[in-house]
């Protein structure tokens, strides 16, 4: 048995056969622990269940977990490809026990499946125990062990402990002896570094709770966590100490050999093993989830691309090679996997336009670092400013560039590398302070110095575990906040909070404590987000509202978007992107996004357009955007430079600014001739979240148009479950109407109509009679008298509207030919104040300052408008003889 994919079902099969539920792989982001950058065990998933804080429906587990280490504490990047047992991407086999079986059934149930399972020789192998854990000694001897081949190990390598707190207990360890050809000793022997005796198996009795003052107590609930690699277990049986050597792996090789025509072994095995190893990871990562980008987990999957493309690069290849071997790989572990092959179009993408974007720098970056060696002494170190304008120029690593200057035997000056980072991050300061910010912004940009932005996890799930790094409140950081305490932004290293950008709101939902809360209750802490915003540095602020215990800095804590609301805002967002194409197909490409709004209960969207549209407009457009709701296409997501985004025909927002890097969003079906593969019917720059297929919109039904400022027109519009609550209010209106006009519901629009026609023709003869009635004044009428010259006509009104005054006004200026008008109404009990300046006198006097002079003696404040009409408001409508006597102040001024 020598396939990774046997191996893999035989092992899950066994552990089925005794009992064990046959648990998928996590992702691997981690959900369940804010602490780690990437699942680098198989326990990871189980956590809580090993702590007793979560349950589930089964007591014992089996699994083939993907395990990443390439960043944080488990990182094993720099020595990838030139070791036999270095990956960043692995597989960690692994049987559970959550207070069900114990010692006694895992140490048997570990020899059985190695000696008779995988036909391992017993004679080949050694166990290691805790040099105290006598339980573990005498069932190895009960299974057959030789005494001589149990090693008592006093250290940590056989105490395993998930922190400097919480569950611990002592392992033992499986080790397999590749024979006296090849260096090393056994476990505990000065040589144990050796790779003759190579472990394959811990198996980890958590039966302890280490306490924060050094103490241990038994566990109430005894557990077992195992772990054997399956690279190395599949090396083991091919008869190799090579994890390269297995199926997998030598299949990846050869298909990197075959695509850059360079042979498989000898001096240039290296550079295929790494892009073959690195293939899986990146590959994985990105169907996790996880895209490049220049901070966090992205960052981290960035590096290991670009590592693994140097090295292609190396092997002469002139064009994009990862993407591929892509279908290589999903026949070899597809099966295995589903999510990979789900996820191929995007993983091939990816990395064809990750490595074509890198591959115009890579020579640049390259032959700098020549250039830099063939000024310094033969093997000298490069100095650090130079690694660090390669990171900072060229998108370098630092371990790239220590990467290949390996080859060449020479290392980096990682001090001076260190110096000039801190030195940019001075400047960086000075220009923050220097930027008129506020003290408060000031203070996020501390806490994003100290912390680093925030991980966003938002795009895979609403669901996820955090850390506490900081609590702000009024601008001050604060250690702690508790129940009845308000005000208070908390910042997680971690959240699936989406924080307010781009038109979508920032979400709400959850906070809750993992353990017994800091209140003298020892109960959980509860508390409700309300908010979520950005902050400078890439931090996301949370306000937060406890609802009981203490939430203190460094807490862990489950966070829960709540789910309802991220539905509704995310199908309003969605919608708004088909709104946006369909306006665009109606009405022209001058069409473009003037601002937007994308909440849980609506969705409004601001278009540069200069008429109202028709009723057959709103009509056209919402069927266009309905019919690709029903279409349920789905939703895709690539990150792309802006210049290649707008190459495809994605839309940008006005005024935004983006980065190196945008998010790209695509959906719906159409032969328009956009996209990559050219029938993308909306493409668009957008950093938000989104439904997965269009469907999941429900439906669309648009409010009204109406005008936002000059030039732009604003459409309101619903979704989902409010569109069709507004739908059934609508037949219930219907109906209603049918009823009140004695009608058949299909001729009510009409009847309507006419009747709205009949309105409105009455309400301009009223207007008009108004107008009649102000002009002819009656006896009480002023004349026009003037002032400094000017002609003036000053009146208070009763029985007119404000709307009325600017079609008076324009009759009183035609009447005086040269003048000034200020009319008065009584509103309602308010005052409404409109001015005008015949054209001649623009020059002299404003109707603007007119207006403002009157507005206050009416108790009002401002006004404005045109030098020949302007208009305002008073609460007195009283005073209007003061105001008339305050604008002619003006006049005599003028």
Known sequence: MTSLNDIRSTFLDYFARQGHAVVPSSPLVPRNDPTMMFVNSGMVQFKNLFTGIETRDYSRATSAQKCVRAGGKHNDLDNVGYTARHHTFFEMLGNFSFGDYFKDDAIPFAWELITDGFGIPKDKLYTTVYHTDEDAFEIWKKVGVPEDRIIRIATDDNFWRMGPTGPCGPCTEIFYDHGDHIWGGPPGSPEEDGDRFIEIWNVVFMQNEQFADGTMVPLEIQSIDTGMGLERIGALLKGSHDNYDTDTMRALIEASAHATSVEPDGEQNVHHRVIADHLRSTSFLIADGVMPSNDGRGYVLRRIMRRAMRHAHLLGAKDPLMHRLVPVLVSQMGQAYPELGQAQALITETLKLEEERFRQTLDRGLKLL?????????????????????????GFPLDLTQDALREKGRGVDTEGFDA???????????????????????????????????????????????????????????????????????????TPFYAESGGQVGDQGFVRSLEAGHDDKGDRVEARITDTQKRGGGLFAHLVKVQNGTLEVGDAVRLEVDHGRRTAIRANHSATHLLHEALRGRLGDHVAQRGSLNAADRLRFDFSHNAALSLEDLEEIEREVNFFIRQNASVETRIMTPDDARAIGAQALFGEKYGDEVRVVSMGKAQTGKGINGDTWSIELCGGTHVSRTGQIGAFVTLGDSASSAGVRRIEALTGQAAHDYLRGQDQLLAETALALKAPAADVPDRVKALMDERKKLENEVAQLRRDLAMAGGASAPEARSVNGIAFHAQALSGVTGKDLAGIIDEHKARLGSGAVLLIADAGGKAAVAAGVTDDLKDRLSAVDLVRAAVPALGGKGGGGRPDFAQGGGADPSQADAAIAAAEDVLKGA
């Open 370 to 394: 020549d250039d830099e060696l063939a000024g310094l002494p033969e093997g000298s170190d490069l100095p650090g400013g130079a690694a660090f304008k390669l990171y900072d120029t060229y």
């Open 420 to 494: 000039a980072m801190a030195d940019q991050k001075a400047k960086a300061r000075a220009a923050w302070a220097g930027s008129g910010e506020t003290a408060d912004a000031t203070a996020w940009f501390d806490l994003a110095e100290a912390h680093g932005a925030t991980e966003f996890l938002g795009y895979d799930t609403e669901i996820a575990e955090g850390q506490v790094l900081a609590i702000v409140r009024d601008g001050s950081a604060i250690t702690s906040v508790s129940a009845g305490e308000d005000g208070a932004w908390i910042i997680f290293n971690q």
